[in-house]
């Protein structure tokens, strides 16, 4: 009923404003722009599917998680097991994260936040302090190196900004919630200093979830010459979170709200005190430069400083990770012309991370007995190059290509103490891809693009829980075939973004699971991916400056997904034909903005998720749920002051849905569920000065 009311809702607002607004460009609103492909553009030309989330969108949900806001975009999925364990996909499935983000290469401005081993800490942020951020959807290795997910591109501070201010906020909200945060940006001269600040400590809604984080952020530009700047950037994060464990049906339906409990062969998860704390400083300089009027290069070097500790029901793990790289790119741009406007970006990434992973019999949350050690170092480095014109104005043309080179190196420490480090290389792999967008009508933009995955096992997943160093695990790569269309009206206030792709993956990386409850992994024979994605957003009624109602803003986002896997055999079972394990068939999230006098606002958000199977033979299924989450809050602007206040309160899960985000895939004795909260509330405070 909820699928037919949403395609009824989205095709009479469509149908009644797609042609009323499009005669009318009296309004102001700013068009969204992406730096995603080295330097800024307008969405609506860009030849590639990007979702794109402003401060302003992410103003307006929850400031103690990512999940919300990430999901409100077509083709992404974020979970999140218990406070603080975020798992992302991008137009795929979760096969190949127990926990933590992987598959998915992630930015930090123009640093790296993923590893040269594939991981990224994404928890150790705090979201209060992000500006923005950018995903571009489908594998794009052609400048961002091996992925066969996605990219996201984090934007920590308003570029913009060149003035001093001094913003605080604090909320507090259901199940122990507790959220400050701090910013202080002062400009002097050529110089700009940003610093944000954080704390956040949670209860959480089952037993044994505690959070707990700190968060110290830095951002500082200086700018010299006509167009040049120097910025370092950085942050400290120390995230500990307690971590309640799968249910099965039956446990989830007695008490959604207790821990996984112990077995007649294995204790509880409060027995064994299990849970993670993570520890990472990331820094790095990034400089842009324009050599010429033509030629621009942006440079960076970068470092990130990892410890990691994991006691878990059948062991505990000690992670120390360090990670240090550059990137670069050269920019061409062609002389003006009114035929046709091109650029030309040569460039290269490096990184290396050595990892020292150590496993112990876990003690009830202590140190045991020594169960393996070993080093495992990681190399992976990428030259990139890209052709970019418009032609006549109405054709845009991409070409990029990527060569990219990937090894390891390990050595046993316990128990068979090597004193020689074994090396795997992977063969180089060229990353294509080829898009071009074009302007049928003045606001009607077709674009079509093809482009490679590739994939190399993540350290994770080379060296997994089960203490076997895997050599045989290849990298997963396929094609992916994409078309879609851009919609709007003169100003951009209405805009409708659809796309098709089909995503032939080969040798997926998939998660396995011992009886000991320890993971390693395998290559299933491969997956093919159908998916349709609609973003549509329109102010509805227009702001103005009287009545009751002074604006009303719609988005909509819908995803299908027909994944399924293909030549998928493992352990005399064939999986063939079934679907993609993690993945929902539908998802649609559509959401309505008020604006009400003396700047009050009224924001409401419905995300529906259909079914999605929890195992690879699809017998068990996580089940569909209506999430209905609303925001309001009250705006005080005093000139004479310049002080700005905002006051606010809101509640998620207000239709009190008995649900699991976050599900373990393939868990043994059926423990695939963790709880999300019931009915829950927040309110809070910001001032700036």
Do not use: C
């Not at 992000?130 to 501070?157: M, T």
């Not at 704390?199 to 830095?218: N, V």
């Not at 549509?536 to 009751?548: D, L, R, V």
């Not at 539908?586 to 419905?606: D, G, I």
């Amino acid at each position: 009923m909820y699928k037919k009311l949403t395609t009824l809702t989205f095709v009479l607002f469509s149908a009644s404003n797609i042609y009323a607004q499009m005669q009318d460009s009296s309004r102001t609103i700013e068009p969204v722009t992406v730096r995603g492909y080295l330097s800024e553009q307008r969405i609506l030309n860009v030849p590639a599917s990007v979702g794109v989330l402003s401060s302003k969108r992410l103003s307006l949900q929850p400031s103690n998680s990512l999940v919300s806001a990430m999901n409100t975009l077509p083709g992404i999925r974020m979970e999140e097991r218990t406070p603080g364990s975020y798992r992302l996909s991008i137009r795929g499935s979760l096969l190949r994260s127990p926990f933590g983000v992987r598959n998915v290469k992630i930015y930090f401005d123009e640093i790296p936040l993923t590893d040269a081993g594939g991981n990224s800490y994404l928890n150790a942020l705090d979201v209060a302090s992000l500006h923005s951020i950018e995903v571009l959807k489908g594998p794009d290795g052609s400048l961002f190196g091996a992925n066969s997910g996605g990219v996201v591109i984090i934007n920590p501070v308003n570029r913009l900004n060149d003035s001093s201010t001094v913003d605080l906020n604090i909320n507090a909200g259901s199940y122990g919630l507790i959220h400050q945060n701090a910013r202080m940006s002062q400009k002097w001269g050529k110089n700009q200093l940003n610093i944000k600040q954080a704390y956040q400590t949670y209860d959480g809604y089952r037993d044994h979830s505690y959070l707990q984080r700190h968060y110290f952020q830095l951002v500082d530009r200086y700018s010299y010459g006509q167009a040049n700047q120097l910025k370092a950037l950085g942050f400290y994060s120390d995230l500990q979170y307690q971590t309640p464990g799968g249910l099965n049906q039956a446990q989830f339906d007695s008490n959604p709200r207790a821990s996984r409990p112990a077995t007649a062969t294995l204790p509880g998860a409060i027995d064994q005190n299990i849970g993670i704390s993570t520890k990472v400083l990331f820094g790095g300089l990034v400089n842009e430069v324009q050599l010429t009027d033509r030629i621009r290069n942006v440079a960076s070097v970068f470092g990130t400083r990892v410890k990691f500790n994991n006691p878990f029901i059948t062991n505990y793990e000690q992670r120390s990770e360090n990670t240090y790289g550059g990137r670069t790119y050269f920019e061409l741009a062609g002389l003006p012309s009114n035929n046709i406007d091109w650029k030309v970006n040569l460039g290269a990434e490096w990184q290396q991370t050595n990892a020292t992973i150590n496993n112990y019999d876990n003690q009830r949350g202590e140190i045991g007995k020594p169960q393996a050690f070993d080093n495992v170092n990681t190399n992976q480095h990428f030259l990139f190059a890209r052709y970019a014109a418009k032609v006549l104005q109405v054709l845009n043309i991409e070409a990029a290509l990527s060569l990219n080179f990937y090894s390891y190196k390990y050595r046993n420490i316990f128990p068979l103490n090597e004193q020689e480090r074994n090396t795997k290389n992977f063969d180089p792999q060229l990353m294509p891809r080829i898009a071009l967008s074009y302007q049928i009508l003045d606001n009607f933009i077709w674009r079509a693009s093809v482009s490679r995955g590739y994939s190399t096992p993540t350290i994770a997943e080379v060296r997994p829980s089960n203490n076997v160093v895997n050599i045989n695990l290849q990298p997963e790569t396929g094609w992916n075939y994409e078309t879609g269309f851009r919609v709007r009206n003169n100003d951009e206030s209405l805009m409708l973004d659809a796309s098709v792709f089909y995503y032939r993956l080969g040798n997926t990386i998939v998660n396995q699971r011992l009886a000991n409850e320890t993971d390693y992994f395998i290559n299933a024979g491969g997956t093919k991916q159908l998916g349709v994605e609609l973003s549509f957003t329109s102010w509805i009624m227009q702001p103005k400056a009287n009545g009751f109602l002074r604006g009303i803003q719609f988005n909509e986002a819908f995803t299908y997904n027909n994944f399924n896997f293909r030549n998928y055999n493992v352990n005399n079972n064939n999986y063939s034909g079934n679907s993609l394990t993690g993945v929902p068939k539908n998802v649609a999230v559509s959401s309505l903005q008020f604006r009400l006098p003396k700047t009050v606002y009224v924001f409401v958000q419905h995300n529906y998720t259909g079914r999605l199977p929890v195992n690879d033979a699809n017998t068990v299924y996580a089940s569909k749920y209506n999430l209905l989450q609303a925001k309001a809050g009250l705006q005080i602007n005093r000139a004479a002051s310049k002080v700005k206040i905002n006051i606010y309160a809101g509640g998620d899960n207000l239709l009190n849905q008995k649900y699991s985000l976050g599900n373990d895939l393939n868990a043994v004795g059926n423990r695939f569920f963790n709880p999300a909260p019931l009915r829950n509330y927040y309110a809070g405070l910001s001032l700036s000065i």
